[in-house]
């Protein structure tokens, strides 16, 4: 990763944690100027800037610096010329790869648009190739085809992605359509705050005025009556004058608890899609798409083992990529396997969440996801409904918790560390090719995290 790309994972951290408002402010026309072995330099636009980070967002940066790159890190702050990386600089990503005739589709997109997913930048496997299809198809012929386009899969597996990227297409093809994205709690906040300043003919209007209206996470409306009624209308008027509309969920329409029937059987009378968890090859194309944009090339067997490492969320997998690079690019070394593994081995996906996680509550949450008991699963029983989720479980231990296979097998009730072996290799093994266990280990692990 060069420093363009180091920085823009910061201020990635950075603008989690920090107001909108004051990102704006303080970290407009900021760059890292330099890295040599953990000594950061930040050009800063003006003296004003440089006082405010020392004092204000020293700590911050330097947490976020630590955390992207993974390791100690001293930074310094100069004034001096930074304008060629601010934080909304999409194009960033997209640029190094991008033929100069195609510069221009790189420019920022349309208002709620982020112009850094493309189709050209989407990995195509089996996975995701109907998703991808449809996606295309509408992106072709917005309104006529595919209407609503209904796309599901779990949590970051590109959902967002394909939906902004039709979005951007049609906006390239044509610039006078107007192409609305929002999220549905987006949705949720505008419509309550026109309803409480009265104007919610001006919400109404703006919404059924658009040419293609994509909703990200519609299973956040579940239970929302009021606005949930204003998007049937919404969604109804502009289905009837042929305008495209696209909408995500986690789940198929018929199973987001909480909506009502005719607006789940309006989802799906379109065209359904789902997207489920990549396999391996396909995790490993993302991969060295995502190394090249960086203008990085990684060794297979590092590719190999990030693919492996990270198997149910491409978010994390890209996470994973990020921080592998930057410290790379931090500490001048090259991403070898033993960098890798170093650096991201005990992760195993579990990214940044809590590790409060124990052998017993997996035990716990994997018996409840199956609706078996405890005992079940620690007992001697050899059907096949409890065997597959013992398994699972012991393999989660294995994965989540890094146990040994001896305490692996203690846990699940005094069993050989060879049965935990073999249960741990057999799972892995399923996991490449069983679409489905994807999916289900993608839940699970989200289960056991909740
Ligand atoms: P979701 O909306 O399903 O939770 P996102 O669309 O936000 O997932 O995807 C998470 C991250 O993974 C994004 O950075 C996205 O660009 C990347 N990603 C997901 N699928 C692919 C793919 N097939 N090819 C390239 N990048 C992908
Ligand atoms: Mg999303």
Redesign the pocket.
Known sequence: MDLKGLWQAVLGELEISISRANFATWFKHTAIVSSVDGHVVIAVPNIFTKEWLEKKYHRDITTALEKVSNGKVAVEYKIGEAAVVTMETPAVEAAPEQMPARAAAVEPAAGSLNA??TFD?????S??ELA?AACQAVAKHPGSKYNPLFLY????????????AVGNEICRGDSSKRVEYVTSEGFTNEFLSSLARKRTDTFAGKYRKIDVLIV??IQFLANKERTVEEFFHTFNTLHQANKQIII?S?KPPQAIAGLEERLKSRFASGMMAD?SA?DLE?RS??LQ??AQVQGQILPPEVVDFLARTFSS???E??GALIKLLAHCELYNVEPTLVVAKTLLGGLNGRGSRPRSLTAKLVLERVAAYFDLRVIDLTGAKRDREIVTPRQIAMYLMRQELDLSYPKIAATVGGRDHTTAIHSVNKIERQLERDEHLRSEMASLKERIYA
């Open positions: 850094k997913y930048n989407y990995v195509v496997g996975s995701n991808y899969g779990g949590v970051g597996l590109g959902k967002t992605h394909l939906m902004q990200d996470d995500s986690d997207i990549p396909t194309a993302i798409r995502k969320n491409i978010r997998l890209e």
